[in-house]
């Protein structure tokens, strides 16, 4: 897998549409919940096109490239993203617009942290 290799999908909205809804087609209800609109949610969204980019890639592997995405990739997501807690949680056979709150956060402390972009802070 040498070099830049072109996309089958133009974009993450393409392979959902086209290949993982009827991937994972479940009874949605109770135990698995999705939401159409799932590009409104930001989890639902970065999580998606981490699946479709994974996908992209290991589909050229043709000994074990799709074995690897289903178990590090496609599941793991999936099973986040259908759970009845998950980012579509209030959107029950329709969309929601942002039911649940993000979590809570607190300022850290002044200096513990520092900005890692910057190579000298990092001792190189």
Not at 71 to 95: E, I, N, T, V, W
Not at 106 to 119: M, N, T, V, Y
Request: one cysteine or more.
């Amino acid at each position: 897998m040498d070099g830049e290799q072109e996309l089958f999908y133009p974009h993450v909205a393409a392979f959902v549409e086209d290949r993982l809804v009827y991937l994972y087609s479940r009874r949605i209800g109770q135990q698995y919940v999705w939401c159409p609109e799932w590009y409104r949610h930001a989890e639902a969204l970065s999580r998606l096109d981490s699946i479709w980019r994974a996908w992209e890639h290991l589909r050229l592997d043709p000994a074990t490239g799709m074995s690897v995405w289903w178990r590090d990739h496609a599941d793991p997501h999936m099973m986040a993203l259908l759970d009845p807690d998950g980012p579509f949680a209030a959107c029950r056979g329709s969309h929601t617009d942002y039911p649940i709150p993000p979590l809570p956060v607190e300022e850290p402390p002044a200096g513990l942290f520092f900005d890692q972009r910057q190579p000298n802070l990092r001792g190189i």
